[in-house]
């Protein structure tokens, strides 16, 4: 019996290899796609559109997605494009997220396919508020999109062989909507794009300064919470040279900001969690030299790793300007503005099983870590369903030894090279769910 069962079981070995094999080409597809990738990666780099204005790029991933020969839904929170590609053989669903949004800053980088464009900015920037600013993809949005374009056109190429089906969400907004719009990760939910078909799985890669085709991942907290705080320290106004006849918020202010770096410093437990991250990013007061004004107003950003540290932190800092303010005769109220990011997880199981796929494609040894500061909305998802979110390595190699210009700095480049790896790490992490389910 013993050389029937080999006999069965080489038979076994032969037909699985058979049908990783008919993927086999995968890289070759993806080496004949790449020129086309980068290509429409530069045009979409050139014309960038800020959040929930993203019109003509939604238009230009669409028309793609149609060539492709994939289901279109459009309009989706505001501008989002969700792109079906149904495989030939029953399989579960594996959801791809890029974002369309770019940021408003004025693009330094010499590159041929520059951002030339300008438009007003509505967002939550003080100084260009209202006003023309330069429009960028200096997150890597472009490198993003062009990627899940690339993954839709190896797949769709084999679509009768493909088994499950691929559901590629162009998400609005991810940098945050203009002031009094909703949009994001959080309206697309809201909209259903987790619904008909709804995927089992999510995959994102957001691209950062590092070796080129490098990845990073954590294997459960991945992204931060990101909350902008409002803080208002109340006095009396006075005149400079009689500051008794008043109460200066100035420096019950100045108490506050360093104070307030005792609650990462001295009150926040770091054996058990990452400490948060508590930044004055702006101070305004006053209005002349000589007068002591009746109130000093602070912005800032806190970081967290988990939603009970998020409101401890308020909690914290609330009670901390408080009563530094009720010890000069002052009052302090301290908000954090809606519409925020929360932290995001990965799946540890997930990860556990598709770790190995991602060192087989990577170019640079996978690194694993237990997460950034650094905050996304992708989180929104894979709060819902399964999620991998990775950060990938793209600075080129020519800017290798210089000063780095990270993503939302105007000298941000991505190295087109990159691009390859990437598609081929989203492609080979679906084909290898959808085989396995
Ligand atoms: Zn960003
Ligand atoms: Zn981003």
């Known amino acids: 019996m013993l050389p029937f069962r080999l006999a069965g079981f080489a038979l076994l070995l032969v037909s699985g290899a058979v049908a990783a094999e008919d993927w086999g080409d995968l890289d070759a597809r993806i080496a004949k796609a790449l020129p086309g990738v980068i290509e429409l990666r530069h045009q979409i780099h050139q014309h960038p559109e800020l959040g929930n204005r993203e019109v003509q790029t939604a238009e230009r991933i669409a028309r793609r997605l149609r060539e492709l020969g994939l289901e279109v839904q459009t309009g989706v929170a505001h501008t989002g494009v969700v792109g079906i590609l149904r495989g030939g053989k029953p399989g579960p669903v594996v959801a791809i997220r890029a974002e369309l949004d770019a940021l408003p800053l004025t693009e330094q980088t010499g590159l041929p396919y520059a951002s030339s464009v300008r438009a007003k900015d509505e967002g939550g920037d003080f100084r260009t508020r209202g006003k023309e600013v330069g ?33 590629l969400i162009f998400q609005p907004a991810e940098e945050g909507p203009p002031l009094g719009e909703s949009g994001g990760a959080k309206q697309m939910i809201e909209e259903g794009v987790l619904q008909n078909p709804a995927p089992a799985v999510i995959f994102g890669i957001h691209v950062t300064a590092g070796a080129s085709g490098g990845f990073t991942l954590s294997r459960t907290r991945t992204t931060a919470a990101a909350d902008t705080f409002v803080a208002r320290i109340k006095g009396r106004q006075t005149h400079a040279a009689f500051p008794w006849t008043g109460i200066d918020p100035v420096p019950v202010a100045a108490q506050t900001i360093l104070a307030w770096q005792t609650i990462p410093s001295r009150q926040s437990n770091l054996s058990v969690l990452p400490a948060p991250v508590i930044s004055v990013g702006r101070i ?104 991998i979110f990775m950060r990938m390595g793209v600075t080129p190699k020519a800017l290798a030894d210089k000063p780095v210009w990270p993503t939302h700095s105007p000298g941000f480049q991505v190295d087109d090279g990159a691009l390859a790896v990437g598609i081929r790490a989203l492609a080979r992490m679906t084909l290898s769910y959808m085989q396995e389910h």
């Open 135 to 167: 429009v960028m993809h200096a997150c890597g949005h472009d490198a993003h999109m062009a990627m899940a374009l690339g993954v839709a056109e190896v797949l769709a190429a084999r679509r009768d062989e493909l088994p499950g089906t691929l559901k």
């Open 284 to 387: 305004e007061a006053g209005d002349r030299h000589n007068i002591i004004p009746a109130e000093v107003r602070l912005e800032g950003s806190v970081r967290t790793v988990s939603d009970e540290q998020r409101e401890d932190v308020l909690q914290r800092m609330r009670r901390t300007a408080e009563k530094i303010a009720e010890a000069s005769g002052a009052s302090a109220e301290v908000d954090y503005l809606p519409g925020n990011y929360r932290a995001g997880y990965n799946d540890t199981a997930l990860v556990d099983r598709l770790l190995p796929v991602l060192e087989s494609v990577s170019t640079v040894p996978v690194k694993v870590d237990s997460g950034t500061y650094g905050a996304d909305d992708f989180a929104e998802y894979a709060r819902q369903i399964p999620g």
